[in-house]
């Protein structure tokens, strides 16, 4: 079945650093794919999204690529901020349009 | 204006009993979502209704019942809460089945 794999964390980082966050999928067809991102209390938002193979979806500084030959959907930032700590989730469209996440990585970012 | 909307936000009550959630969005969307998120953040899909028909029912035990009286509301009622119910409730809603989904602020759920 369709599937999310996602590096563990936490992730800790100081103010500025490169980050990335690995993101695998097992799936059928071609699937939507996502990063939501949850901070502390809140709900999810959605951070970016990519819908084809080669599509990068960008936001907030952030970007991920759909690879395809690889099956992946790595997030990156170029120079994390105090305030991108959070917990972030990868996810697929499943067949009938439901998430299926992966477990969610915590990243720190220490001034 | 909040899009997605959830009631009320946290909800601690005693084993036994029974509870709703409720939930609402403003952004016209056909398709809502019922997500639980348990205590190491894991979220997992329960409900989805698209145009008040119920399209997905994950394995989830039969004392959780949703009910979309309609297309801007999904509720959810748990009877006889069990103390492994404890967890957060995600709605969520999307336009279509395939495209990105808005998620509400959480119900964090407490059963004693």
Same mark, same amino acid.
């Given at each position: 079945? %369709?599937?999310?794999?996602?590096?563990?964390?936490?992730?800790?980082?100081?103010?500025?650093?490169?980050?990335?966050? %690995?993101?695998?999928? &097992?799936?059928?067809?071609?699937?939507?794919?996502?990063?939501?991102?949850?901070?502390?209390?809140?709900?999810?938002?959605?951070?970016?999204?990519?819908?084809?193979?080669?599509?990068?979806?960008?936001?907030?500084?952030?970007?991920? &690529?759909?690879?395809?030959? &690889?099956?992946?959907?790595?997030?990156?930032?170029?120079?994390?901020?105090?305030?991108?700590?959070?917990?972030?989730?990868?996810?697929?469209?499943?067949?009938?349009? %439901?998430?299926?996440?992966?477990?969610?990585?915590?990243?720190?970012?220490?001034? | $204006? @909040?899009?997605?909307?959830?009631?009320?936000?946290?909800?601690? !009550?005693?084993?036994?009993?029974? /509870?709703?959630?409720?939930?609402?969005?403003?952004?016209?969307? $056909? @398709?809502?979502?019922?997500?639980?998120? $348990?205590?190491? /953040?894991?979220? /997992?899909?329960?409900?989805?209704?698209?145009?008040?028909?119920?399209?997905?029912?994950? !394995?989830? =035990?039969?004392?959780?019942? =949703?009910?979309? =009286?309609?297309?801007?509301?999904?509720?959810?009622?748990?009877?006889?809460?069990?103390?492994?119910?404890?967890?957060?409730?995600?709605?969520?809603?999307?336009?279509?089945? +395939?495209?990105?989904?808005?998620?509400?602020?959480? !119900? +964090?759920? @407490?059963?004693?």
């Amino acid at each position: 079945g %369709n599937s999310v794999t996602q590096m563990e964390g936490p992730v800790t980082l100081s103010e500025e650093a490169f980050l990335t966050i %690995n993101c695998t999928y &097992t799936a059928t067809g071609y699937p939507s794919l996502f990063w939501y991102v949850q901070y502390p209390g809140e709900g999810l938002q959605l951070l970016l999204k990519a819908t084809k193979a080669d599509d990068k979806g960008s936001n907030k500084g952030f970007e991920a &690529t759909y690879r395809k030959e &690889t099956t992946s959907f790595h997030l990156e930032k170029g120079s994390v901020q105090v305030s991108d700590s959070a917990v972030y989730f990868c996810a697929l469209g499943g067949s009938q349009g %439901n998430l299926i996440f992966g477990k969610g990585t915590k990243l720190s970012v220490k001034p | $204006d @909040t899009a997605v909307s959830q009631t009320p936000k946290y909800l601690v !009550t005693q084993m036994g009993n029974d /509870k709703s959630i409720k939930c609402e969005q403003n952004l016209g969307h $056909d @398709t809502m979502y019922w997500y639980k998120q $348990d205590s190491k /953040k894991f979220l /997992k899909i329960m409900f989805s209704y698209n145009n008040k028909e119920l399209i997905i029912n994950e !394995t989830v =035990p039969n004392r959780f019942s =949703p009910k979309s =009286p309609d297309k801007a509301h999904l509720n959810l009622h748990i009877n006889s809460l069990e103390l492994g119910d404890s967890a957060v409730y995600f709605c969520a809603s999307s336009q279509g089945t +395939r495209t990105e989904q808005y998620f509400g602020p959480g !119900t +964090r759920l @407490t059963v004693t």
